[in-house]
């Protein structure tokens, strides 16, 4: 048989490069196909994973488990621990299945990389055969570099190359790889292989149970499934945007009102930034989890505008769009070619020295837990620093698993230079609320807001929350939404409520003064290791 190991960032059956040369390679020898997915709690723990995003690759997997039995192929589930030992244990079950050539995309984190290194040690000597292809992005990291043969740290002159390249290739960067071919469906009833068809996909993993109400919750406002995040893409391609895009509510739920004229794509380049409407298309669930294929994305903008060449350009709602999907690019060509940033080091060194309100967290600590937080982090988790705009989006990201990217820059801007707490403590709470959870990205998204990634904010340039707040929720609904104790205030007092209204309303007072905050984090981020 053929083994296709499936893995968290891989949830689909179609246009997956692995999976389809596994595949073919099976049809070619005329031997069942077989799709292992090993579960690893240890992995789970080790990288921040949030209970949501476990929750979501469960219910991901038994949709898939459905669809590839009516192929014919078995989907192998197994838990497996300790990690150390998860090498020898693929490679274990996938001769143990009589296999000889096992298939896989790449991950691209250092502890995966390592891994599969390991697997690829201990296969050559089993005398089993590894591929590993990519798939994460449109264009692959080792293959832009600038001049220098050294890869891009600024993002526009990326994004420019990329682009060319892309457009110069586009049959390959853009294939869409073919569904898998059925197995024979005797496979059914042979002794090796009924039981895999027979087991089930397990409902939770121990230590990442979600309560009644959140996986209920998870369940309304993300489903899973491949046919799910093609509706949602071709929704956001083409249907106008709801008024409201606030409340539990799944990017699926017709809008009470379509009222406005705004196609959300073609308007994506002058609304994105907007949280108050329902502006950004919210695939990153589906993207990270990789139910939905990055490649597809951008198929159909081309599709949309009938052309046979992307449009990445500043000018165009498409053209933003596209871009935001190359950051994605960006972010995890940083992550393959400086590992450091993926062992919780700053990109620029200069910065390692920033002086912190509170602990580094160390590596493998115990997950965060409210009560060993200091007061000020315990407020900007829990949305009660009395910066409205912080709050909302806080307790938006607590309840839903998701939250604007705008909002993600305002509250990370804030916890790392107002309230002066180590990025890596923020860039943790996140991974463990996030459903959309993905190292690269939320890395690349911390380190901008700290000022220590690449191409970042400037240390200088902070980000004042109030005027921050009108821009971005400029009807003043995002908050009222997740604010209630703010709901009746309206226009400057709602994105800053002075001290008596915020008494009287039973909202909390601003944590910090912004100005005297201000001060403090540019005297830090000046002169690194002076308090
Ligand atoms: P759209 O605006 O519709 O964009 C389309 C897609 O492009 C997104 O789904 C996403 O895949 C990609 N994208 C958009 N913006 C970015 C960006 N800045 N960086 C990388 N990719 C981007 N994104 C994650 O997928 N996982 C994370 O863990 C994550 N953490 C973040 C943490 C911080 C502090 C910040 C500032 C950003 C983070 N992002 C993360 C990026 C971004 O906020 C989300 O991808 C975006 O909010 C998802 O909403 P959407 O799908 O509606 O995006």
Redesign the pocket.
Known sequence: SIVYWMRMGDLRISDNRALAMASAQAEREGIPLIVLFVLSPQDYIAHDRSARRIDFTLRSLAQIKTELAVLHIPLRIVTHTPRRTLPSCVVELTTGLGCTRLYANIEYEVDELRRDIKICEIAKRDGLKPTFVHNKCIVEPGIIFTKEHKTYTVYSPYQRNWLTVLNANIPYYLEDCPRPHANLDSIHTSNEFAPLFMTPVPQAIPGFELDDADMRRMEEVWPAGENVAHEILQRFLHSKSRQSQLGAVNPLTPGAEESTKANRLINYDRD?DRADRDT?????VY??AGVLSVRACVRATMDLLKTDKVDGGRTSGVGR?VQ??A??DF?TCILAGFPRVSMGRPFLEKFSAVVWEDHQVPVGAARSGVDQDAEALKRWKEGQTGVPIVDAAMRCLNEMGWV??RM??IT?MFLTKDLMIDWRVGERY?MEQ?I???LA??N???Q??ASTGVDPCPYFRIFNPYTQSLKADPTGEFIRHWVPELRKLKGPDLHNPPASVADKLGYARAVVRHDEARHRALRRFKNPGEA
Do not use: K, Q, V
Request: charged content about 25%; overall charge positive; glycine content about 10%.
């Open positions: 994105r950004t298309s919210r695939l990153s993207l990270s769009w935001e999907l950051w994605r972010y604007h990217n993600r820059m990370a996140f996030l959309d959870g993905d990205s939320n690349g998204g911390w901008w807001s």
